[in-house]
């Protein structure tokens, strides 16, 4: 299935039910007094996070999704039914916006978390209601409301804990292979990864646990649309840390340069995010590496890894665990200070 993690769609909740205009009408009593019922709400669209999904690629580009209406209102005093509400499925990571006036609706991130986007209309009162003491019989009773309709933009920041950042070739769908449960596409060319991956990570037992999302493969110019980078960086937004991985063995000085640049022409907030290195490829490169680690040491921790071989990744696994939960510890001292 084509991986999608952008979409428009058209929502209208269900109208309201009519109130019933309706009178009693027995034997022996032929002019009975007012006895409508009351209309049904509509029903209302609401988004539903579930933790299986992955993609949007279920719900397709303008496509247009109807709650029910409600019923109308019956004789004696009967109320009409609401209308079932419409539930759209949406992963984990989905903000919502609103496509006309772009203003954000909902960022949806905790699975089973419901949203009502759009609000049925509530039901009108039957003319039971209209009864009094100058108008003994009335004729009238309330229609029903419409029910809300958006035009929406649908939009997945894919939730991970760690980021994998790196050329295309870099080695970072063997690597996410190796360090935890997610089995990538791999070859040897260029944008083999042509959608975000994401697996879990354990470290000695199954409770010490984060999430790593592998990105396509960025280029140079990729916050100006070159390449596939673009597509997918804002699945590293939501992130606490990023891993760069260079390939040792082509100039990854300049590589890890480029990245960084890439980085803050999208988002100032995502160049300033806590990050390692990893060099990848050790098994391919016979010279010296002292003076590389010791450079790319200067700005950040530094591992030489073989992710074919496996050489160095528990080292790797472990300094990731660590980093994330600094930066976890640190976001939660933290917040208390922001919310006062």
């Not at 990864?193 to 990570?201: A, C, D, H, K, S």
């Not at 990854?252 to 022409?265: C, D, K, M, T």
Request: charge should be neutral; proline fraction near 5%.
């Amino acid at each position: 299935m084509l991986f999608k993690d952008e979409v428009e769609i058209w929502v209208t909740a269900g109208k309201g039910g009519d109130g019933s205009k309706s009178f009693r009408r027995e034997k022996y009593i032929p002019y009975g007094g007012p006895d409508g019922g009351d209309g049904g709400d509509g029903g209302d669209i609401v988004l539903v996070v579930n933790s299986h999904l992955r993609t949007l690629s279920h719900i397709h580009n303008r496509q247009k999704f109807r709650a029910e209406n409600g019923e109308n209102g019956m004789r004696k005093h009967m109320h009409g039914r609401n209308g079932r509400d419409t539930l759209i499925e949406v992963p984990p990571g989905t903000v919502v916006w609103d496509a006309d006036s772009g203003e954000l609706l909902a960022d949806l991130t905790q699975s089973g978390e419901r949203t009502i986007i759009a609000k049925g209309g509530r039901g009108g009162r039957g003319n039971v209601h209209f009864k009094s003491a100058t108008n003994q019989t009335p004729f009238y009773a309330e229609p029903g409301k419409p029910g809300q309709s958006r035009h929406l933009r649908l939009e997945l920041k894919m939730i991970a804990h760690i980021g994998l950042v790196g050329f295309p070739n870099a080695g970072k769908s063997t690597l996410i292979s190796r360090l935890t449960n997610a089995r990538p596409k791999i070859a040897d060319y260029p944008f083999t990864t042509l959608e975000p991956n994401v697996g879990v990570m354990t470290l000695d037992d199954a409770y010490t646990s984060v999430l790593i999302a592998d990105i396509p493969g960025l280029i140079e110019g990729a916050h100006l649309g070159k390449g596939l980078g673009i597509e997918f960086l804002k699945h590293i937004e939501r992130t606490r840390v990023l891993l760069f991985v260079l390939d040792i063995t082509n100039d990854p000085q300049r590589h890890f340069a480029i990245l960084r640049e890439e980085l803050r022409a999208y988002s100032q907030k995502l160049y300033e995010r806590p990050f390692l290195i990893a060099l990848n490829k050790k098994d391919m490169y016979s010279e010296e590496t002292h003076d590389l680690v010791r450079d790319f040491a200067s700005c950040s921790p530094c591992y030489v890894i073989s992710a074919l071989t496996g050489e160095g990744l528990r080292e790797l696994k472990v300094a990731l665990f660590d980093a994330y939960r600094k930066e976890e510890k640190r976001e939660a001292t933290d917040e208390p200070l922001s919310s006062q």
